[in-house]
């Protein structure tokens, strides 16, 4: 019986379906059995269990996030992973992105809490463990999903998955910021194949019937992002996923009349905290510095 029950438990661990990071190519052909459906592999636990990063600098990272929540002065908070955080971070690689933000939202107290690498997991998993505790912004942007996506195709059911974290990440900033307006964006399009653009519109599909127009919006810029297959424009990206100042506008553009509906006009001070940077990011040249 012991030797009946080890050898089903080899069968079940060898029928799970195998999983590749967006980072990487694609895992090596397999004859028998045939290979699962690739997905993203941070959606292997279920795009709506929170789960924490593990290695130490995104650990030190949400530290100073949650030391950053806790500074308040906040209006408008922005969620989301890398295509969030490289619009609102002090990194000097990406300061040209930052006075596109700077340009656009001071004035409005806005708050960039994105982390690169993320998925709607990961997010659920900051949101939980202080991340928004006590802030009560008055309008939340979110954008995220895109790493769940990945780089394969793997059909309804990532999309399902993919939806069903996105609506847990909404309900917990419901609970724990309950007077905010939430904007939900559409997943930006990236190069890639059509079935993959197909399921990223599938999820925007999903998005925009969770809106209803009033303390939940949706927005979609990906027409002017990309032509009707989902190709990006020229000067839209730096690498086919993350936007240039060029792209960023484009989004700025379709936040700011909900910003001004709800808020009114920007002040002319601000009361943000600064801008936060990846701990471990390198500094700016010393000539730059100066």
């Known amino acids: 019986?012991?030797?009946?029950?080890?050898?089903?438990?080899?069968?079940?661990?060898?029928?799970?379906?195998?999983?590749?990071?967006a980072q990487t190519g694609p895992a090596g052909a397999a004859t028998?059995?045939?290979?699962?459906?690739?997905?993203?592999?941070?959606?292997?636990?279920?795009?709506?269990?929170?789960?924490?990063?593990?290695?130490?600098?995104?650990?030190?990272a949400h530290e100073e996030l949650v030391a950053k929540a806790k500074k308040g002065g906040i209006d408008i908070y922005f969620e989301g992973d890398s295509?969030?955080?490289?619009?609102?971070?002090?990194?000097?690689?990406?300061?040209?992105?930052?006075?596109?933000?700077n340009s656009n939202f001071f004035g409005w107290n806005a708050a960039d809490f994105g982390w690169g690498a993320d998925s709607t997991q990961h997010i659920l998993w900051r949101l939980e463990n202080g991340e928004l505790d006590g802030v009560n912004p008055k309008i939340i942007v979110l954008l995220a999903g895109i790493n769940n996506v990945g780089a394969f195709p793997g059909g309804d059911e990532k999309v399902a998955n993919i939806t069903r974290g996105l609506q847990a990440i909404v309900k917990v900033m419901q609970e724990k910021a309950p007077n905010a307006v939430i904007i939900l964006t559409g997943l930006f399009p990236r190069n890639g194949s059509a079935a993959l653009i197909a399921e990223i519109n599938k999820i925007n599909d999903n998005l925009a019937k969770m809106a209803d127009g009033k303390k939940i919006r949706y927005i979609n810029v990906n027409d002017k992002l990309a032509d009707e297959n989902g190709k990006l424009h020229p000067g839209m990206t730096v690498d086919g996923?993350?936007?240039?100042?060029?792209?960023?506008?484009?989004?700025?553009?379709?936040?700011?009349?909900?910003?001004?509906?709800i808020l009114g006009p920007p002040a002319k001070t601000d009361h943000a905290p600064a801008p936060s940077a990846d701990p471990?990011?390198?500094?700016?040249?010393?000539?730059?510095?100066q």
């Not at 792209?247 to 001004?260: C, E, M, R, S, V």
């Open 241 to 261: 996923l993350h936007p240039t100042p060029k792209g960023y506008q484009i989004w700025a553009d379709a936040l700011k009349p909900i910003f001004t509906e």
């Open 1 to 21: 019986m012991k030797s009946l029950i080890r050898i089903l438990s080899l069968a079940a661990v060898a029928a799970l379906p195998q999983v590749s990071s």
């Open 280 to 289: 471990s990011a390198k500094p700016a040249p010393a000539a730059a510095a």
């Open 83 to 101: 295509i969030t955080r490289r619009w609102g971070t002090s990194d000097y690689a990406w300061r040209a992105n930052l006075a596109n933000w």
């Open 32 to 60: 028998n059995p045939p290979p699962a459906p690739r997905r993203f592999a941070n959606t292997a636990r279920g795009a709506d269990q929170p789960s924490p990063r593990t290695d130490k600098n995104s650990q030190l």
